[in-house]
């Protein structure tokens, strides 16, 4: 039967047709900072960034809101690019020794990142011949010459190859083996050993015959590729990690692995030089670290920058993740959170001027990029205006604001700026600035919300491409935390040698599991919020403009209500500090409650208008009025025979067990995916392994998984988690009058409504008068399948959601019906029901799970405006699956309307963190730092749409080239 | 009996359309005879055999014996017209008295039964009165085979009834693979199989579910490419009413089209049907049979503690609408009171209502029970 109502519904072309207009699933922008990233790369010409990551991703960034992002069809790591200056191409290489050349073309206006042509190095030597040629396998390096017409290609063998870069081709004949630059050595550097991988190529300046080579084994080599002779040579003897070739030529700086550093003349004497002018090992005497990258830049003041990562005292601070600076008698040693994967400075390229004189340092990191200001005293870190980390702690919840008032937006803008205040160039010092953003500038403003296990809100501009950071709450102030003193006591043990600056903001150590926070809401017109953490803590806080010390009043709130038989064995309740407390300007808070049992708090709902918040958890909800600072109503949704509810969090144990597990496993995948990779293997083991892989299916008879068929049942554990809440004005008690209620939903179907008794508040005054709210309960449904219910949400006589608290009183919504009859639209995991109001009877349904074999994990409602007509628009519920599908019903009809794939199932976290907006956009989380952004509507879609003044060289056209196979 | 096998014979031989009725109420029998092409209604065969039979102000049920010797009720107008289009070539009919009749079940072999002495006969206090026994929708159906007709005989459609019963269903699935005909020969594709029954569940009780047969289908949706965990959560939000189209690994029990196609389910909710006696089960057992076989899951509603000032509730009987019918009407008999209660407790994980509540409001006002 329900076939044939789908197929009636897709036969029907004016309905086929509106829904195209009014829905498209498109993936639009990644927000964040990139999963792993591997390798960076800058054009000074275009002013462009680009970032490949361990997935085989390439992002380029330029000025905010001008993106890029492309990705390898090899899901390989990204282990070199390299930009063609000032024509929008970037040359990849991979970890699997193929070289990609993508390229920005422009399409209708707007430039794309598109793969051109890529080259695969033969990786066998023997196949053409049992020659001794060099062979290409493992290139370690990658440089580009002749303004990109040519790249040379270091590799593990000491050879070094050129490629034609706009056909990816290999130029035979110039390849440069190892045994020709021995040739000009001397006899007793020689003794018989191999100079070992190719480590550095770099280039001149102005003269693009010449290149330098650094060998593995420490020679240094200045080769004229036209003349095909050693110009120079440098008898290095410490194992060779980086070489930077200074912009005039004249000097060569080198890193070792044993912590130095060597400067070499360039320009004095022919023969080969044997000592360097300096060598030093800034951090000894003790055993160093190797320096893994130089960098020389030139100022005209005289004073060189010398910038290099690594080289740290091996005992004492070998594990830390640094990177130096060192101009004249000044250094600093940048103490970074995560793992440094490459830095770059941003300085004058032009041939003709004298001096580097860099303008800002730009370190790539594990988790992050950080950017300093070279030019101002100091040495300040930029504030990035995108690739912000969003896991700076671990995001544990996030929501999502549509439609910020101007006003709250430009307070909350403010306070994020007393916060962090800007250095005085501000945003003109953000070097990063190619390209153009043709974007409009959005219609409203978006705010994100994500909470974090450490306690803080973030909030960011989410209203265009470039996820901006605006303000950070900060709610670990109001509670004392074991680890307190820690922090300042390890400071002052420090010595002052090295110099250390904590740098960056990546901090994933969280002082106290339990200020984590569980859930945020956030009225748009009051500016009041609600933050609710893992301790039942549910803290309600006001913006002001100004800093303010005040005492914040506390409450508790058993949730038990003196059931028997039932002791917590969780976690403690934290403890708040007493006594006033000083509170930056900001959101300061006004009221304290704490639930107890002290579980997370699983719902929370704020009603600004009537001075009400509720909150749940795993054992009951609670209604808490305050601005009386009163408790209202507690409400147990225990099942007697729950035991598993006042276990607490175990699953922290559990996954502690499990992490254990994996990172054992992790470390013998590792090592064994690093044997394959050494080992090439006899063909016999490999055919072997075939055999093994192709019968491995058939032969090996695992036990089956099965699956239990059981309904749920009144007394499964956890059924009285509370899974929702939500606040309406509609009709409970009879059709005639409407008036405040409050819904609960649960883990096991059981939905409670009660009416509420709010004193209506005095004419033209904000404050209620002093009479206390009542709740009564009015109506208790339960679902009869049992499944969790995940939302509810009144429909008004129109089949439309009612409006936010204020947003009807204020007029910036239109009024609800409040004439028609009522429905309430209850959404379990199974199923969509709408019932009437107030005689709760079921008027449409929709069996998700009877049909699909699918389950809810996320739902909203929200608003699809057509593209074809200006103000058509249709109110949808929108339905993430625990199969990543995103189904679109209409409302209240119940019926489906589209569905797409978004998330891979497997990836139960992008689910879990899936939040919808207003207006049919919605976020995930695609790794723990980057929010994929997607739409399901046809006309609000935020996109990244940007152009960038590419150069092509000698007119040429479009890289196009038919690929093999 | 010799004669009355000639008399029928003559009767067939004068007029094919005439039935001969032989009517035994007690000891006594009663001839009578009905035009085989329209029998009439049944409120008129009632009539009529009361009247033959002098017993005007006793309530009787009727039953016949069927070609197997079986006996079943003519309580309607389809078995009624089914008893004398089926009569070959005598019907014979049998009345009992409605109490008597309580203890004895129509059914295969329930005439052989019946001629054992009547010790089996129960009187005395546990005897319900109301409880009318005999009528095939007054069973609560366990389990069926449906849809035969329409089903390859290969598969089997089994429709497991959950509702009020306190048996589990019991059983699990899980992958495997299963060989179909293709064009291009035989192929091997994922299946979803029954790998295991929880002894004393519900879906080992009924006898038509087996480990290793294969779920084809479930309430009419293919499985054929979901996963596993995806049937699972199908076949739970249909566990209410779950419809599980197999392919039985055992082919040797299939139902064989043309004959007596629906003998089993009769015989599976025999076996089950007095085995509960919970409160839940106690009202569901009642249900109206239209609203048993609908698919629908009744969603529970109680009603809160109204303000005073509120409009009077409305009449539990505009309210009702699943398990109403049985429902409301005994909400205001002091008997059944007990036992509403029960089952709302049952329900609500929480006797009392909320703070806000006044004490002993639940036992004041007594929440009522719709949907």
Not at chain 1, 52 to 71: D, N, W
Not at chain 1, 546 to 552: D, F, K
Not at chain 1, 754 to 763: I, R, T, W
Request: with cysteine; net charge neutral; glycine share 8%.
């Amino acid at each position: 039967m329900m076939k044939f109502r789908f197929r009636r519904q897709g036969a029907d072309p004016q309905r086929e047709k509106l829904k195209q207009e009014l829905f498209a699933f498109h993936k639009t922008v990644e927000h964040g900072f990139p999963n792993q990233p591997s390798a960076l790369a800058f054009d000074p010409e275009l002013r462009i960034m680009a970032i490949g990551t361990r997935s085989g991703a390439v992002k380029i960034y330029g000025a905010p809101g001008v993106e890029f992002t492309g990705l390898h069809r090899d899901a390989a790591t990204v282990t070199q690019m390299h930009f063609l200056p000032g024509q929008g191409r970037v040359l990849t290489l991979l970890d699997d020794d193929s070289l990609h050349l993508w390229e920005i073309v422009h399409h209708d206006g707007c430039a794309h990142l598109e793969e051109a042509i890529h080259f695969q190095a033969p990786s066998r030597p023997g196949f053409d011949g049992a020659s001794g040629l060099p062979s290409l396998a493992h290139i370690t390096v990658v440089l580009l010459v002749a303004a990109g017409d040519m790249a040379a290609l270091g590799t593990e063998g000491g050879s070094i190859f050129f490629l034609d870069v706009p056909t990816l081709t290999l130029l035979e004949g110039q390849t440069l083996g190892p045994d020709e630059v021995l040739r000009s050595v001397p006899d007793d550097y020689r003794c018989g050993k191999a100079l070992g991988p190719v480590e550095s190529l770099q280039g001149h300046l102005r003269d693009p015959t010449k290149i330098l080579i650094g060998y593995s084994r420490g020679l240094l080599v200045i080769w004229n590729q036209a003349a095909r002779c050693a110009e120079r040579i440098f008898l290095g003897n410490q194992q060779l990690e980086s070489v930077c070739w200074e912009r005039s030529g004249h000097t060569v700086v080198s890193s070792h692995s044993d912590g130095s550093y060597a400067i070499w003349a360039a320009d004095t004497g022919d023969s080969p030089t044997a000592q360097p002018t300096v060598a030093t090992t800034p951090y000894g005497p003790f055993p160093c670290k190797a320096i893994n990258k130089v960098l020389w830049r030139s100022c005209a003041s005289g004073e060189h920058f010398v910038i290099f990562s690594g080289g740290m005292p091996r005992a004492s601070y070998g594990d830390r993740h640094c990177v130096s600076v060192l101009q004249a008698e000044t250094l600093v040693t940048l103490d970074f959170t995560s793992r440094v994967i490459d830095f770059f400075t941003v300085h004058s390229t032009r041939p003709e001027d004298e001096f580097d004189e860099p303008q800002a340092l730009a370190v790539l990191l594990e988790e992050e990029l950080v950017v300093l200001d070279l030019q101002t005293p100091g040495w300040p870190a930029v504030p990035a205006p995108y690739l912000a980390p969003l896991h700076s702690s671990a995001i544990t919840c996030s929501a999502h604001v549509a439609n910020v008032p101007a006003k709250l937006w430009a307070r909350i803008v403010s306070a994020g700026e007393q916060q962090s205040p800007q250095p005085a160039s501000g945003a003109s010092s953000w070097p990063i600035t190619g390209g153009r953003n043709l974007a409009q500038e959005p219609s409203q403003r978006g705010l994100l919300l994500t909470g974090h296990e450490d306690g803080t809100v973030r909030f960011w501009d989410a209203s265009g491409v470039a996820l901006r950071p605006l303000y950070k709450l900060c709610t670990a102030g109001l509670f004392q935390t074991d680890c307190e003193h820690a922090d300042s006591l390890a400071q002052a043990a420090e010595d002052d040698w090295p110099p250390f600056r904590k740098v960056g903001c990546f901090d994933p150590y969280s002082d106290d599991p339990r200020l984590g926070v569980q859930k945020v809401a956030l009225c748009k017109y009051t500016a009041q919020m609600v933050v609710a953490g893992t301790a039942g803590q549910v803290l309600v806080l006001e913006l002001s403009d100004t800093p303010a010390e005040q005492t914040v009043g506390v409450a508790s709130l058993d949730l038990l209500q003196d059931r028997e038989g039932f002791t917590w064995k969780g976690h403690e309740r934290l403890s708040p500090r007493l006594g006033p407390l000083p509170w930056p300007a900001g959101f300061q808070p006004r009221a304290l409650v704490q639930c107890l049992p002290p579980a997370a708090v699983t719902a929370v709902t704020l009603h600004a208008e009537w001075g009400l918040v509720a909150f749940g958890t795993s054992h009951g909800f609670g209604l808490f009025d305050y601005l009386r600072r009163s408790p209202v109503l507690a409400r147990c949704t225990l099942h007697p025979s729950d035991s598993l509810a006042m276990e607490g969090p175990l699953s922290r144990v559990k996954s502690l067990k499990k992490s254990l597990r994996q990172s054992f496993r992790r470390i013998r995948k590792s090592r064994a995916s690093g044997k394959k990779r050494t080992v090439a293997g006899s063909k016999l083991q490999e055919a072997n392994a075939q055999l093994a892989e192709q019968a491995g299916p058939q032969d090996v008879e695992v036990t089956p998984v099965q699956r239990r068929i059981e309904p749920r049942s009144a007394d499964d554990s956890l059924s009285g988690v509370v899974r929702c809440l939500y606040f309406a004005d509609t009709f409970l008690r009879d059709a005639a009058h409407h008036g405040p209620t409050m819904w609960a939903g649960t883990n096991s179907g059981s939905v409670f409504a009660y009416a509420l008794e709010v004193p209506a508040a005095v004419a033209g005054g904000e404050k209620r008068p002093e009479r206390a709210v009542e709740a009564v309960l009015g109506k208790e449904v339960q679902l009869m399948h049992r499944a969790p219910v995940v939302a509810i949400a009144v429909l008004d006589g129109r089949g439309r959601p009612l409006p936010e608290p204020y947003e009807a009183s204020r007029d910036l919504a239109q009024a609800p019906d409040m004439q028609g009859g009522h429905a309430v639209l209850i959404a379990s995991e199974e199923q969509f029901k709408v019932f009437t109001l107030p005689k709760v009877s079921a008027k449409t349904k929709f069996k998700l799970t009877a049909h699909e074999g699918c389950r809810v994990r996320k739902v909203a409602l929200a608003t699809f405006a057509s593209v074809a007509c200006e103000d058509y628009t249709e109110t949808c519920l929108a339905c993430l699956t625990n199969l990543g599908d995103v189904h679109v019903f209409s409302v209240p009809g119940l019926r489906p309307q589209v569905h797409y794939a978004c998330i891979r199932k497997e990836d139960i976290s992008g689910i879990a963190s899936c939040v919808f907006t207003r207006h049919g956009q919605g976020f995930y989380l695609i790794s723990p730092s980057e929010f994929e952004r997607f739409s399901l509507s046809a006309r609000n879609i935020t996109e990244p749409l940007c152009s960038l003044d590419v150069r092509w060289p000698r007119g040429a056209t479009h890289i196009r080239h038919p690929r093999a196979t | 009996m010799n004669r009355s096998f000639h008399k029928s014979q003559t009767l067939g031989f004068y007029d094919c359309s005439a039935v001969e009725v032989k009517s035994k109420f007690g000891a006594e029998f009663r001839r009578f005879s009905l035009d085989r092409q329209k029998p009439g209604r049944f409120e008129d065969f009632y009539k009529l055999v009361v009247h033959t039979h002098h017993i005007a102000n006793t309530e009787v049920t009727i039953g016949y014996a069927d070609v197997h010797g079986d006996l079943l009720p003519i309580n309607n107008d389809d078995n009624f017209c089914k008893a004398v289009s089926s009569a070959n070539p005598l019907l014979r009919v049998f009345i009992q008295k409605r109490e008597e009749a309580e203890h004895c079940s129509f059914g295969a072999g329930s005439l052989s039964r019946r001629r054992r002495p009547l010790a089996l006969r129960e009187d005395g206090p546990r005897r319900r009165t109301h409880l009318h026994i005999g009528l095939p929708h007054d069973f609560r159906p366990v389990s069926s085979i449906i849809d035969v007709d329409i089903i390859p005989e290969t598969h089997r459609r089994v429709r497991l009834y959950r509702h009020g019963c306190q048996k589990p269903l019991g059983f699990y699935i899980r992958d495997g693979t299963s060989v179909r005909v293709a064009p291009q020969g035989l192929e091997k594709v994922p299946g979803v199989f029954i790998s295991r029954m929880v002894p004393g569940g519900l879906a080992e009780s009924t006898g038509l579910l087996a480990v290793d047969d294969e779920v084809l289908e479930v309430n009419g949706i293919e499985v054929a490419g979901k996963t596993l965990d995806q049937v699972t959560d199908m076949m739970i939000a249909n566990s209410h009413n779950l419809i599980v189209t197999v392919k039985p690994a055992n082919q040797r029990n299939n139902v064989v089209r043309g004959s007596r196609a629906s003998g089993s389910s009769g015989r599976s909710s025999d076996s089950t049907a007095s085995r509960h006696s919970l409160p839940a089960a106690h009202v569901l057992q009642n249900l109206p049979p239209d609203e048993m076989e609908s698919d629908e899951e009744a969603d529970v509603v109680l009603e809160g503690v109204l303000e005073p000032r509120l409009a009077p509730r409305p009449p539990p009987g505009s309210l009702t609408r699943v398990n109403g019918a049985g429902l409301a009407p005994s909400l205001h008999s002091p008997g059944r009171e007990g036992s509403v209660q029960r089952l709302l407790s049952s329900l609500r994980s929480d006797p009392r209502h909320s703070l806000a509540l006044p004490p002993g409001g639940v036992e004041e006002h007594g929440p009522a029970v719709t949907l």
